[in-house]
């Protein structure tokens, strides 16, 4: 039996599933080696820029679509159980 080709190509993709929307909240502790402090606030922002774009796209294809307030209450719900 053993591993195959088809295998290993699933199982990068599966990581690649798992790392990839880490990178953008990852980039700011890169990009601003010397500021922790100013590297956790970028990432956070980001984090919730990414939040409250899933909220929306989510809200949009939602029965009750509200475009502003579907968002904003997913992205606040989040934060909340992160917190």
């Known amino acids: 039996?053993?591993?195959?080709?088809?295998?290993?190509?699933?199982?990068?993709?599966?990581?690649?599933?798992?790392?990839?929307?880490?990178?953008?909240?990852?980039?700011p502790f890169v990009l601003l080696r010397g500021d922790f402090m100013l590297a956790l606030r970028v990432s956070n922002l980001v984090s919730f820029g990414m939040l409250f774009a899933a909220g929306r796209g989510y809200g949009y294809y939602s029965p009750i679509y509200h475009r502003k307030r579907s968002p904003l209450c997913d992205t606040s719900l989040e934060v909340t159980l992160s917190s």
């Open 1 to 27: 039996m053993g591993i195959r080709r088809d295998d290993l190509i699933r199982a990068v993709g599966c990581v690649l599933v798992a790392v990839r929307p880490v990178l953008p909240s990852l980039a």
